[in-house]
């Protein structure tokens, strides 16, 4: 017995989970990498200002991200990816005062308001809160350890400015996104979940983009 095209059931996709995000998120990866403000920033042709207020705005990411990961530490999707030793929020609280912000005085960009309430409405889906994760997180790794090179080289910036990109308790930082990717590939999701996942993880760079943009015109302006 042969099925026509029109009534075949769909072939599910493979892949592991780690290697349908790559996929997946590579164009909207790429758009947000290649925004304006982030060219700019990262070719020298800015000021450490534009950094400062760049840290400012992860604040809010950061702060919402490991709020809702606390919530859902005790979910086993959520928990496979959260470790203590990414934790960014309190070295970025550390950069800000060491760059003469304090964070209780600033406020969200309008895309970073709506990138948080993204970030927060994920509380009842863990599979999509691993999207905010790894986006964030992942890219903290890669790289978020050029950033920092480049906001030495352009801008003087020292260790006590840029401690949001250390990561002392992780010593071999290849070996742990191998080690994150294993732990992403073995996540209990069945494909539903997967697809939320990976449709979460493209909104994802999609609220950075917009946030770069937010950027860009709050400079201009």
Excluded at 57 to 64: G, I, P, T
Excluded at 106 to 115: H, M, N
Excluded at 188 to 208: K, M, Q, Y
């Amino acid at each position: 017995m042969t099925t026509s095209p029109d009534t075949a059931s769909p072939v599910a996709d493979s892949r592991p989970i780690s290697a349908r995000l790559r996929a997946a998120t590579a164009v909207a990866h790429e758009r947000a990498e290649s925004a304006t403000f982030v060219d700019d920033l990262m070719s020298g042709r800015l000021d450490a200002g534009q950094y400062t207020s760049l840290a400012a705005q992860l604040y809010f990411v950061y702060r919402a991200l490991e709020q809702v990961g606390d919530d859902l530490s005790d979910d086993p999707v959520a928990a496979a990816v959260l470790d203590d030793k990414l934790r960014r929020l309190p070295r970025l609280h550390a950069d800000l005062v060491s760059l003469g912000i304090d964070p209780a005085g600033i406020t969200p960009l309008p895309a970073v308001a709506r990138y948080v309430e993204a970030i927060e409405a994920t509380r009842d889906d863990a599979a999509r809160y691993v999207a905010h994760h790894y986006t964030r997180y992942l890219g903290d790794l890669s790289g978020g350890q050029v950033v920092a090179h480049r906001m030495r080289q352009h801008y003087g910036l020292d260790d006590t400015a840029l401690s949001f990109y250390a990561f002392d308790g992780i010593d071999k930082l290849k070996r742990y996104k191998d080690s994150y990717r294993d732990r992403l590939d073995a996540l209990p999701l069945d494909d539903a979940a997967v697809e939320r996942l990976v449709e979460e993880a493209i909104s994802a760079f999609g609220h950075n983009q917009a946030m770069f943009g937010d950027l860009d015109h709050d400079r201009a302006a």
